[in-house]
């Protein structure tokens, strides 16, 4: 043993393991599991996606057409994806979903599997595919891509026979899945029309040969695996609002399915977030007689979906003409204004966070700050065994002259959703919010603007202690 090294172990003894412990750092908690794969996470924070119903119903004027329509309805004089993907920049979505295939079974892309498709119409002289423009102008724009092929399908004449049907809808999904490129997104219905059918739809096999040709697709279906149906179609996610199910619970059908697939599972084993489909038009398809959403209906609709842990899965149907109509454009450009007006700034940016305790001690890497640094990857997150009292985080040395009626909660969803229950209060006194979940975002609205000197976040009850990873006040002067 050298002397040199002798020297410093008498130091050690001397001083003890503290005077050396100033650059180790306090470890993160467990996860509350599950946890999100890492492309259910980036789909989380994506927030709005956007759905594009376009098909023979587009020409027809219906929503459900029978099967039987002649190819050579589908004719769009001036189709243009690219200008599909400008309404896609103008709500900022980073994700759009074509409808490969509808109920109808006419098919956007050249199957090799059936003649009812782009190949009889006299769109691009019968030499045109659809799928491929959309994929192609979605990577030139930066925008990934999904796909819905629709199970039912009224035209297939071996619809209805189990073995034959199936391989022929998963002999077009491996077209999809392996001729055009990594795909973002599978979207599946359960949809049968009468019921009348005796058609098995082998979603196992399905979902199987979907992870095995595209490696991070988030797959939806009513009950997951990655992502479930939030359970209505008017943009409207429940206020309790969990991220995990049971995928192998007893199946439930009916009114009790949407009710546990609406609020979730706090004991759920598998994470499968609530993903709320809504279109800006009354209808999928586009109509002549129909009008878009207004940016303020939108606006309600981000609230309700992305504000209770929801992604939104916004419809802007292309027209007869292969466009979206310049007033949804219009919509949804006013519409992303003012959602980045309402929270591009955060009156709490400068305010000094303080909590009930933090975990390691307020100079390590959990300390009440962290809710302020807009990055997702950081927390607060108190200490374990902190004793009654509950766990809180306060806003302080707010300015009560900047006004605010709308309180943003995060939390670190990364290590899994944990609050049951929260309360929100201004300036020490009352309540002004209650709620349930918080998940990937909670929005309250408060109804009224109030200006403070502090706001405090109380965690009623939570899986474990909770993780916020940001607060923030904001102004909405649109929606009082
Ligand atoms: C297609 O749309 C894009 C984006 O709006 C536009 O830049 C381009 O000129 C259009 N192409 C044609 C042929 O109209
Ligand atoms: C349901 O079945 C009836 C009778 O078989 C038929 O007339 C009707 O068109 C069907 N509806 C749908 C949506 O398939
Ligand atoms: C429906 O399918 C089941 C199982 O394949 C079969 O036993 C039954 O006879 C079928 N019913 C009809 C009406 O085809
Ligand atoms: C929320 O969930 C509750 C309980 O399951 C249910 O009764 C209610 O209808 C749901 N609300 C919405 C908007 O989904
Ligand atoms: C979900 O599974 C967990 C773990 O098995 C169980 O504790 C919980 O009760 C289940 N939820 C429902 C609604 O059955
Ligand atoms: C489709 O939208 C484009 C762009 O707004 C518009 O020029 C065209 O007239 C629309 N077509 C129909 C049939 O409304
Ligand atoms: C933890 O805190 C230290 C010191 O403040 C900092 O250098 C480091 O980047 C932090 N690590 C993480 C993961 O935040
Ligand atoms: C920030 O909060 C801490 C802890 O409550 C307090 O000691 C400090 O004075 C506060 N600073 C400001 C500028 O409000
Ligand atoms: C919050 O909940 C408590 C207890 O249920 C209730 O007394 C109070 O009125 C609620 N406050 C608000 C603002 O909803």
Same mark, same amino acid.
């Given at each position: 043993?050298?002397?040199?090294?002798?020297?410093?172990?008498?130091?050690?003894?001397?001083? /003890?393991?503290?005077?050396? =412990?100033?650059?180790?750092?306090?470890? #993160?908690? +467990?996860? !509350? *599991?599950?946890?999100?794969? @890492? $492309?259910?996470?980036?789909?989380?924070?994506?927030?709005?996606?956007?759905?594009?119903?376009?098909?023979?119903?587009?020409?027809?004027?219906?929503?459900? /057409?029978?099967?039987?329509? =002649?190819?050579?309805?589908?004719?769009? #004089?001036? +189709?243009? !994806? *690219?200008?599909?993907?400008? @309404? $896609?920049?103008?709500?900022?979505?980073?994700?759009?979903?074509?409808?490969?295939?509808?109920?109808?079974?006419?098919?956007?892309?050249?199957?090799?599997?059936?003649?009812?498709?782009?190949?009889?119409?006299?769109?691009?002289?019968?030499?045109?595919?659809?799928?491929?423009?959309?994929?192609? $102008?979605?990577?030139?724009?930066?925008?990934?891509?999904?796909?819905?092929?629709?199970?039912?399908?009224?035209?297939?004449?071996?619809?209805?026979?189990?073995?034959?049907?199936?391989?022929?809808?998963?002999?077009?999904?491996?077209?999809?899945?392996?001729?055009?490129?990594?795909?973002?997104?599978?979207?599946?219905?359960?949809?049968?029309?009468?019921?009348?059918?005796?058609?098995?739809?082998?979603?196992?096999?399905?979902?199987?040969?979907?992870?095995?040709?595209?490696?991070?697709?988030?797959?939806?279906?009513?009950?997951?695996?990655?992502?479930?149906?939030?359970?209505?179609?008017?943009?409207?996610?429940?206020?309790?609002?969990?991220?995990?199910?049971?995928?192998?619970?007893?199946?439930?059908?009916?009114?009790?399915?949407?009710?546990?697939?609406?609020?979730?599972?706090?004991?759920?084993?598998?994470?499968?977030?609530?993903?709320?489909?809504?279109?800006?038009?009354?209808?999928?398809?586009?109509?002549?007689?129909?009008?878009?959403?207004?940016?303020?209906?939108?606006?309600?609709?981000?609230?309700?979906?992305?504000?209770?842990?929801?992604?939104?899965?916004?419809?802007?149907?292309?027209?007869?003409?292969?466009?979206?109509?310049?007033?949804?454009?219009?919509?949804?450009?006013?519409?992303?204004?003012?959602?980045?007006?309402?929270?591009?700034?955060?009156?709490?940016?400068?305010?000094?966070?303080?909590?009930?305790?933090?975990?390691?001690?307020?100079?390590?890497?959990?300390?009440?700050?962290?809710?302020?640094?807009?990055?997702?990857?950081?927390?607060?997150?108190?200490?374990?065994?902190?004793?009654?009292?509950?766990?809180?985080?306060?806003?302080?040395?707010?300015?009560?002259?900047?006004?605010?009626?709308?309180?943003?909660?995060?939390?670190?969803?990364?290590?899994?959703?944990?609050?049951?229950?929260?309360?929100?209060?201004?300036?020490?006194?009352?309540?002004?919010?209650?709620?349930?979940?918080?998940?990937?975002?909670?929005?309250?609205?408060?109804?009224?603007?109030?200006?403070?000197?502090?706001?405090?976040?109380?965690?009623?009850?939570?899986?474990?202690?909770?993780?916020?990873?940001?607060?923030?006040?904001?102004?909405?002067?649109?929606?009082?």
């Amino acid at each position: 043993m050298t002397v040199t090294l002798l020297f410093f172990l008498i130091l050690i003894h001397a001083f /003890g393991p503290s005077a050396f =412990s100033l650059s180790i750092h306090k470890t #993160p908690p +467990l996860p !509350a *599991s599950p946890v999100p794969t @890492a $492309a259910q996470l980036k789909w989380q924070r994506r927030e709005i996606t956007m759905f594009m119903h376009f098909g023979i119903n587009t020409f027809t004027n219906s929503e459900w /057409g029978t099967g039987h329509e =002649s190819p050579t309805l589908f004719n769009p #004089p001036h +189709l243009n !994806a *690219s200008q599909w993907f400008s @309404a $896609a920049k103008a709500a900022g979505v980073s994700l759009v979903i074509l409808t490969a295939k509808h109920h109808d079974g006419f098919c956007l892309w050249p199957s090799r599997y059936t003649d009812h498709s782009v190949v009889n119409s006299p769109w691009r002289d019968g030499k045109g595919d659809v799928v491929r423009e959309f994929v192609d $102008a979605g990577r030139a724009n930066g925008i990934d891509v999904g796909i819905y092929l629709s199970p039912w399908d009224r035209h297939e004449k071996t619809y209805g026979l189990e073995v034959q049907y199936n391989e022929y809808y998963m002999g077009q999904l491996h077209e999809l899945l392996s001729l055009y490129g990594p795909i973002s997104e599978i979207w599946f219905d359960g949809a049968k029309g009468n019921n009348t059918v005796n058609m098995t739809y082998h979603f196992p096999d399905w979902f199987a040969m979907a992870k095995q040709l595209q490696g991070s697709i988030n797959i939806f279906s009513n009950d997951g695996p990655d992502m479930r149906w939030g359970g209505n179609e008017i943009g409207v996610a429940n206020e309790t609002s969990w991220s995990m199910i049971n995928r192998t619970s007893p199946l439930l059908t009916g009114p009790s399915l949407w009710s546990y697939t609406s609020t979730g599972d706090p004991k759920g084993t598998d994470w499968v977030p609530p993903e709320l489909d809504v279109s800006i038009r009354q209808g999928w398809f586009w109509h002549e007689s129909q009008h878009p959403k207004s940016a303020m209906q939108l606006l309600d609709i981000y609230y309700t979906t992305v504000g209770r842990n929801g992604v939104l899965l916004l419809n802007v149907p292309p027209n007869s003409t292969g466009l979206v109509s310049d007033t949804d454009i219009d919509n949804l450009k006013k519409f992303r204004q003012a959602v980045d007006k309402i929270f591009g700034k955060n009156i709490a940016s400068g305010s000094n966070a303080t909590a009930s305790s933090e975990r390691g001690g307020k100079y390590d890497n959990f300390t009440a700050k962290n809710v302020l640094d807009g990055n997702p990857e950081t927390y607060w997150t108190p200490e374990e065994d902190q004793g009654t009292g509950g766990y809180w985080i306060e806003l302080q040395g707010l300015n009560p002259t900047e006004k605010f009626n709308v309180v943003r909660i995060e939390e670190a969803i990364q290590l899994g959703q944990r609050i049951r229950r929260h309360e929100v209060f201004v300036d020490g006194r009352a309540v002004v919010k209650n709620g349930t979940t918080v998940g990937n975002k909670r929005l309250h609205r408060l109804g009224r603007a109030v200006g403070a000197r502090t706001v405090r976040i109380r965690v009623l009850d939570s899986r474990g202690p909770p993780l916020l990873s940001e607060v923030g006040l904001h102004f909405d002067p649109f929606k009082m």
